[in-house]
């Protein structure tokens, strides 16, 4: 079983439920009658392998303690004692997770029964389902197992026999799983720190003499050290090559050739039909050992593997290494976000590369098979961040690996969506259409507290406008389940104002354009960073072509855009001191990204720039001689310390079961970021002035 480690999403879980049965309810004075089990796997109960074992007190049963679990003196008397029990205990168990109802009793009893036997109980991380429906539903008169079971519709049977019982605390704890998600308790270290928090309950447990049932979370060691370079540059950064396509009629010897005197590895194949094949030097190899020269005389067409597998151009190396791992491969065509191939890639240029499990990340999402894949792969991210920062990774070159695993797990959701959809008889997509993440996504400059921004554009009509909602449904509620939630603004293609044909967007960017009202800002700052993750390049490149046409024509929305800044300024307080909230913690989103980006946005626009990247909105300005220099690089800079301080306190947060968001502790920092901190601010003071004077200014001369 993999270690656990705090991220590991609930959803998922590999855990042991089990209960007990006693001969009282003291824990400094009952003994051990009986032991239940049940195993989750993935987050699913398997009934395949249950656990039972009654077990020999050593003294007389108390009739009262009979007359509730039915286990009398002649029930046990052949049953073994408490190490024998223990030791069948845990081995069924191992080290996985231990979930119990009312867990700090049953962790009690076993601690009593091995200080009894000299035997020293394993330490095992805990959950208490008891807590966990505090923190679900803290009204409830009470939380027993029968008063949860029964707010939440389980089936009550077998009452007060061990193996029943943890059963029905398994249920108890998945049926549970979608109220915690509703409170942002989505992984076992975020389901810890919650339950810690609940100290009127844990006092009456430590009152009652039982062991607390949330330990500390233990360390997850040194982290290991990563090769940095797949994670820092793109594919299109080493494959340099231009493709060389060759006819299906070509004959095999005359490719050979021409991969001889281009030194290349490889070449693709046209069958003329769209589709597209590849022949390597090992076909070659392979089709001369088995046939001799005659194979030469073959055509491509008859020896290519196709369909081709590909890479895009814009994806890190990281991918290209884990899809050439899990496929067997050494040669991959190279896309551009068209489809349009435009390079090839071999495992050649990979040699300088070392390969590690972080590497596979992009291709466990591409490749899970369950919801539980998704939510596992996914959970590994701020793992692989956090190893990456030690590396020196920059925490604007990570919120791109982040915004391209979350593309594709948008794209792996809408194609999940589809099967679906026409599993459920609603048939495949009517149309051709495009899913398109927004906002920070789109922009490469997601962290570590994503939520939902996506859209759908499709080429159909109205009456396709249907399907197209119920997949924009199945999708997001998709990604909400395995770690991205809901939208609060409703920015999703599941609403109909973010779905839609072609003529439909249209009409809506006409009105954002030529109509603009202070509500319509939210949807232009968050459509205008928009980016395809799957379907149709072509209806997603004609919408961002007449997007980016009617926003520079547009002077009065981009004025607005701009006035959204006038509301900003510094955040200070007295004696220059930075203005935090009751914790101590200064939102760096709203208070100094807001300003970078919106202003990088407002500006792009307005001279039809179609970066979408703030700091290649910012370089393009530069390159066009908008704007001083130094105001520029002063804006660059701060946005690069901003993200830095939020990604970091994410990664602490996220190591102490907090829930991750924008707020940074201020007091947390050393003294010279926190100068450099309150210097960026203080350079952004002009920005609002900035952004409305070079909004329509020509470019320098």
């Known amino acids: 079983m993999p270690a656990l480690i705090a991220t590991d999403p609930l959803l998922a879980l590999d ?9 009282g309810l003291d824990p400094g004075q009952a003994r051990l009658l009986q032991i239940g089990a049940v195993r989750l796997v993935a987050g699913h109960l398997d009934e395949t392998t249950t656990f039972e074992t009654k077990v020999n007190p050593g003294i007389a049963i108390p009739p009262a303690s009979t007359a509730i679990h039915g286990l009398g003196d002649g ?67 009470g939380f027993t197992l029968d008063a949860l079971a029964s707010h939440l519709g389980l089936a009550v049977v077998g009452r007060h026999d061990a193996l029943a019982d943890a059963r029905l605390t ?64 793109r594919v299109k950064d080493i494959a340099t090559l231009a493709p060389v396509t060759l006819p299906a009629t070509t004959s095999l010897g005359a490719a050979t050739e021409r991969m001889a005197k281009q030194g290349i590895s490889s070449v693709f194949v046209d069958f003329g039909t769209g589709e597209t094949g590849i022949v390597t030097e090992r076909d070659v190899i392979r089709q001369i050992g088995t046939a001799g020269p005659v194979a030469l005389a073959k055509s491509l067409g008859e020896i290519a593997t ?84 030690v590396e020196g990774v920059t925490a604007a ?128 700052d968050i ?50 001191r930075l203005r935090t909230d009751e914790d101590g913690r200064l939102d760096l989103k709203k208070s100094g990204l807001f300003p970078v980006v919106a202003a990088a946005r407002c500006l792009a626009l307005s001279h039809g720039m179609p970066a979408r990247n703030t700091a290649e909105r910012l370089a393009a300005l530069r390159a066009a001689r908008i704007g001083a220099d130094r105001d520029l690089s002063a804006m660059e800079q701060a946005q690069a310390l901003f993200m830095e301080c939020i990604l970091d306190q994410q990664l602490a947060d996220i190591a102490k079961g907090q829930p991750p968001s924008t707020r940074v502790d201020v007091a947390a920092l050393n003294s010279e970021r926190r100068d450099a901190l309150k210097d960026a601010l203080k350079a952004l003071a002009t920005v609002p002035a900035m952004t409305h004077d070079l909004m329509f200014s020509a470019p320098a001369g």
């Not at 989505?186 to 049932?213: I, N, S």
Request: glycine share 8%; charged share 25%; hydrophobic share 45%.
């Open 15 to 23: 855990a042991v439920v089990f209960d007990t049965e006693t001969t």
């Open 75 to 141: 029930d046990v008397a052949q049953a073994p004692g408490f190490p024998d029990a223990y030791a069948d205990f845990q081995a069924y168990a191992g080290e996985a997770v231990l979930i119990g109802h009312n867990v700090g009793f049953d962790l009690a009893i076993l601690a009593r029964e091995g200080k009894l036997s000299g035997i020293v109980p394993a330490s095992s991380r805990v959950l208490d389902t008891r807590l966990l429906g505090e923190l679900c539903f803290p009204r409830l008169a």
């Open 170 to 233: 398994a249920q108890l704890f998945l049926a549970l799983l979608p109220h915690l998600r509703e409170r942002s308790i989505r992984t076992f270290g975020e389901a810890e720190a919650a339950c810690r928090q609940l100290t009127r309950a844990l006092e009456g447990y430590a009152r009652a003499g039982w062991v607390e049932p949330v330990r500390p979370t233990v360390s997850e060691g040194a982290l290991a050290r990563i090769d940095a370079y797949p994670f820092r540059h």
């Open 306 to 389: 196709r369909p081709l597998l590909t890479v895009p151009a814009e994806a890190y190396i990281y991918r290209a290494i884990g899809r050439m791992e899990r496929r067997h491969i050494r040669h991959l065509g190279v896309v551009d976000e068209a489809g349009h191939l435009v390079g090839a890639l071999s495992a050649r240029d990979l040699l300088r590369l070392r390969a590690s499990d972080a590497l596979a990340l992009g291709d466990a999402i591409d490749t899970a098979n369950t919801l539980a894949d998704l939510a596992r792969a996914w959970a590994r991210l701020p793992g692989v961040v956090a190893r990456l920062r």
């Open 397 to 524: 070159e990570c919120a791109g690996i982040i915004s391209r695993e979350i593309g594709a797990l948008t794209r792996r959701a809408a194609l999940d969506a589809e099967k679906k959809l026409e599993a459920a008889g609603l048939g495949p997509p009517p149309a051709r259409y495009a899913t398109l993440v927004l906002g920070s996504a789109g922009r490469g400059e997601s962290l570590l507290v994503p939520d939902q921004d996506n859209a759908t554009i499709h080429a159909g009509t109205e009456q396709d406008d249907a399907w197209f909602l119920a997949h924009g449904e199945a999708m997001t509620a998709l990604l909400h389940e395995i770690g991205i939630p809901l939208c609060k603004g409703g920015v999703m293609a599941r609403n109909p104002a973010w779905n839609g044909h072609a003529e439909t967007w249209s009409h809506r960017i006409r009105s954002w354009t030529e109509t603009t009202t202070p509500d319509d800002l939210l949807a232009v």
């Open 527 to 576: 459509f205008y960073d928009f980016r395809i993750v799957h379907g149709d390049a072509g209806l997603a490149a004609t919408l961002a072509s007449e997007a980016r046409g009617r926003a520079r024509e547009s002077r009065a929305m981009v004025k607005l855009l701009a006035a959204q800044l006038d509301r900003w300024s510094p955040p200070f307080a007295m004696f220059g």
